[in-house]
């Protein structure tokens, strides 16, 4: 269960476009991947003023957002 | 430390204090030599650039501006210090430098970028708020083309070499800036003997007051496209508060220096063609949208590393070429013995604008895919 969303390499404002749109259709928990850290706090931002709670992975140049409801 | 550092600046006081700043330090390189109502504009200060390289011939519009050099190894430094250099590229960078060329012509139609669109209203200019308007329009429509499902694509991580080149290229104009060669006879460089680009502050001062925003803008992420693209988009108010900020400051400190001046005409470097201050911007907001950026925050980009951003960068200083070259860019009030002889957009201009607008939406149209 879930969605996954790779947002790795997209530019502003894509990776939180694509990370409301996989909250909105409410597959949880969402997973969204981005590789810069302005993408890392704009879906957490997006996610938390959405009432969702988001717990990060990082792993090599690489930030997994864990997005739950 | 620096986590916690982290943590303020991509904070709602985070992002005013960088504003806020902006705001103050653009009012007060105004009073320390640079144009009126120009604190930092930074289609005009790389235009100005364009013209010292000699790429455009425009004799009052020539000087390199440490402001720009600034902005970059500012962000640079930033980047480096909190470990977010990032060397990436290869996101339609033909693309990107297309649009940075219309970005700029469009913002010279205006006769100024966002910033300055902030700066001049806080100075008084009224027609601020047509081009401030249009910007917004010029935003709507590439956030419906966002919607949509518009994207360049992915970029690449690549060499950090890669990622030096736009910083380099910033300290090479520093050096041409301190060291003023002389390439030929009557070759580059050039610097304004009169006009706006004559008026600057002091080369120090100008270029710390720019590596302290961009040390400032690459930790809070301060974009003046995002701020209205953030609330169309999805109603945060996070980058606007930033926005908010640097005009509220600027205003203050106008009012404290007594330069503020209400109303259309004569405004310093400004004219009243209201439909094509709108429409010029609208260009310039539409352009700024599809590349995901201010012109600010691409110069910011760039110092982090970003090559897809630097090539709009350079698309703009190639755009100023072509604004100034083929007569597309606004033309100022000017006050002659007493008497305000009005300014406007050349037809080319016009032409120009309305041709940006349709590339864009073309590009806006074509590249698109099923989100």
Redesign the interface.
Known sequence: MGKQVDARGLSCPQPVILAKKAIDEGNFPVEVTVDTVTSRENVRRMAENGGCRVRVEEAADEFKLIITR | MRTRI?LFF?SRPGIILAGAVIGILAALLQKAGNPPNMGICVACFERDIAGALGLHRAAFVQYIRPEIIGFVLGSLIAALL?R?F?A?AG?APIVRFVLGILAMIGALAFLGCPWRALLRLAGGDLNAITGLAGLSAGIFIGVLF??SGY??G????TYPSAGWIMPVIMMILFLLLVFRPKFGEAGALFFSEKGPGSMHAPVFLSLLAGLFIGFLAQRT?F?TM?SL??VM??K?F?LASGVAALLIAASIVNFTLGAVRFGFSPQPVAHGAHLWNFLGMALAGLAFTLA??CPGRQLFLAGEGDG?AAIFALGMVVGAGISHNFNLAGKPDGVVAGVVNAGGLPVEGMIAVAAGLAICAAIGFSMREN?
Do not use: I, P, Q, Y
């Not at chain 2, 992915?154 to 991580?157: D, I």
């Open positions: 982290t991509a909190f977010e990032k990436r996101s966002l919607k994207t360049l992915k970029s690449n991580k992420r974009c995002g693209r953030d988009l999805m945060d996070h995901g950026g897809d989100v």
